[in-house]
């Protein structure tokens, strides 16, 4: 599922970047980024937190009738929230300068979706139901930046905070067998003495 998040995300930046020959990583922005097979000028896109998202929980079931009349009973999904901490790299001369132009760049990207557009989609998340929900520029759940850099053992650098809800089945439909469609009601007219 996280690698199908990581597919659809590669390509929405992909077709949507009006730069050419941008690498696009999910690697750890640690002291050796970026890696062999990473050729800057790069976006990296380090999912950093992954927790259900308690706002969003819901105890209302869905029943779901099938082409064939039968019915099947859903509980509901769990939402994940996925946070990535987004930067960019370049071994230009002025390095810092292209990486807040990229970064500029990959933010106006994603700020045009609040939903990941169905057509980019990967893997599992085809057809995903509810959209999957994307939030720019937000509070991240890093404590403290600081301490995340030093963690990683690299300098700070500007960077997005992007998190995208999932919803994740974690149950199968129950089978509740075939839909009652109609109701047949006898009325006998009784005898009177």
């Known amino acids: 599922m996280f690698q199908d998040l990581d597919d659809t995300l590669a390509a929405l930046l992909r077709r949507e970047l009006p730069l050419n020959n941008v690498a696009i990583s999910f690697a750890a922005p640690d002291n050796t980024f970026p890696p062999i097979e990473v050729t800057p000028p790069a976006v990296d896109l ?5 927790r259900e ?22 509980r509901p999904s769990t939402r994940i929230d996925c946070s990535y901490l987004i930067t960019a790299w370049s071994n230009a001369a002025n390095a810092v300068r292209d990486e807040h132009r990229l970064l500029g760049e990959v933010m106006r990207v994603l700020l045009r979706y609040r939903k ?4 980019i989609l990967q893997g599992s998340l085809v057809g995903h139901e509810p ?15 600081g301490e995340f850099w030093q963690a990683m053992g690299g300098k700070p650098k500007a960077s997005l905070h992007y998190t995208l809800t999932l919803a994740v089945n974690v149950f199968p439909p ?19 003495e």
């Open 174 to 192: 129950e089978d509740l067998g075939l839909a009652v469609t109609e109701k047949i009601i006898k009325v006998k007219q009784g005898v009177t």
């Open 46 to 50: 380090f999912l950093y937190d992954i």
């Open 53 to 74: 998202n308690l706002e969003l929980r819901s105890n209302e079931w869905t029943d779901v009738r099938q082409p064939n009349g039968s019915v099947s009973r859903q």
């Open 116 to 119: 990941l557009p169905t057509d």
């Open 131 to 145: 959209p999957v929900r994307a939030l720019v520029i937000r509070e991240g759940f890093l404590h403290s930046l």
